[in-house]
C-alpha cells in the first residue's frame, strides 16, 4: 500500500512540474504580416520557433520604425473607417412605414420657407464614419486627411421640411424643421437640443455618438477656432476614456483575447496622443 501511495504522489508531482506547451503567438504574427516583413527586409528564413518569430518581427519592427521628425510631409490618410449596423434604423424606418430605398433630395423639403443661412457640418477625427439616418440614409463622415485640424463634410439649409410618416392613414406629409436640429441629429440621436457638449443621461444608441468622435455642427464656414477647440477636447476626452478601457483590459486579458477586443477608435486614440505600446506599435506601410 505504501508503494502505490508513493508511486502515486511522484506521478502526480511529476504532471504539477510538467509544462504546459503555450499557444504560438510570435509565429502568428510573423505569419500574418509575412508580405510586409519579405517587402522590408527582402527574403527571410521561415523562423522555427517562437524564439526565431519573435527576433525577425522585432527586427522588422526596428526597420520599419519611423521618427516623427523624419515623417514624410505628404497627404495623410485616414487609417480606419467605423461603420454602424444600420439594422435597427431600417427596421424603425419600416415600422413607421415609410421606404428607405427611396431616394431623398432635402433641398426639395424645403418649399414652405427659403433659407436663408447654412448649418455646416465638420470632422476633426483622423478616422471615417459610416452611419444610416431615417431621411439622410447612408451617410458616410470622411476623415480629416489634411493639415487643418479640421476638414468640412457637408452644409445643410437652416429650415428644412422633414417627411412625416402616419402608420394609420399610411400618409407621409412634410414638418418643418431647423437646419441644426437635423445636423444634431445626424450626429448624436440622443441629444434632443443644441449643446454639443451636453451631457446625455439616457443613452440608446451606444457607439452612434459621432460627436465624441470630432465631428461637429456650426453656423460659421470656417468654423470658429472655439468651436474646433471645443469638438477636440470632446475628442480627447473620449480617447482618453478608451485608453483607459485598454488599460484595464490589458491587465485582465491575456494578449490574444485582448487583441480582439482593441478596436480602430483604440488605435485612432493611441495614435492621437503619440502613444506606442504592444497592442499599438508605430510602424511604417
Known amino acids: 500500500m505504501t508503494q502505490i501511495l508513493k508511486g502515486f504522489w511522484n506521478w502526480l508531482y511529476a504532471v504539477l512540474q510538467t509544462d504546459e506547451p503555450k499557444d504560438p503567438y510570435w509565429m502568428v504574427l510573423v505569419e500574418n504580416n509575412i508580405e510586409r516583413i519579405i517587402k522590408s527586409l527582402g527574403p527571410v528564413a521561415q523562423p522555427r520557433n517562437e524564439e526565431e518569430a519573435r527576433e525577425l518581427y522585432r527586427e522588422w519592427c526596428v526597420k520599419t520604425d519611423v521618427l516623427a521628425a523624419e515623417e514624410p510631409k505628404e497627404k495623410l490618410v485616414a487609417n480606419c473607417e467605423v461603420k454602424v449596423s444600420p439594422n435597427l434604423s431600417d427596421r424603425m424606418i419600416k415600422a413607421c412605414g415609410y421606404d428607405s430605398n427611396k431616394f431623398i433630395d432635402v433641398e426639395s423639403f424645403n418649399l414652405a420657407a427659403k433659407p436663408t443661412y447654412k448649418v ?63 445636423a444634431m441629429d445626424l450626429i448624436n440621436p440622443d441629444n434632443l437640443g443644441l449643446d454639443q ?27 470658429k477656432a472655439s468651436e474646433v477647440a471645443a469638438a477636440v477636447k470632446r475628442m480627447e476626452g473620449y480617447y482618453k476614456r478608451l485608453l483607459e478601457q485598454a488599460e484595464a483590459l490589458e491587465k485582465v486579458s491575456i494578449e490574444r483575447e485582448f487583441q480582439n477586443i482593441v478596436t480602430p477608435a483604440h488605435h485612432a486614440a493611441a495614435e492621437h496622443f503619440k502613444i506606442t505600446n504592444k497592442w499599438h506599435p508605430r510602424l511604417k506601410k
Do not use: C
Open 120 to 182: 455646416w457640418i465638420y470632422n476633426v477625427s483622423r478616422q471615417s464614419f459610416t452611419v444610416v439616418h431615417p431621411v439622410l440614409r447612408t451617410v458616410t463622415v470622411p476623415a480629416n486627411t489634411t493639415r487643418k485640424k479640421y476638414v468640412l463634410f457637408t452644409s445643410l439649409p437652416n429650415v428644412v421640411q422633414m417627411p412625416q410618416a402616419n402608420i394609420d392613414t399610411d400618409e407621409i406629409t412634410a414638418k418643418p424643421m431647423r437646419g441644426e436640429r437635423l
Open 197 to 223: 457638449d451636453a451631457e446625455i443621461r439616457w443613452r440608446t444608441s451606444i457607439g452612434r455618438n459621432l460627436g465624441e468622435m470630432g465631428v461637429f455642427w456650426s453656423l460659421s464656414n470656417p468654423p
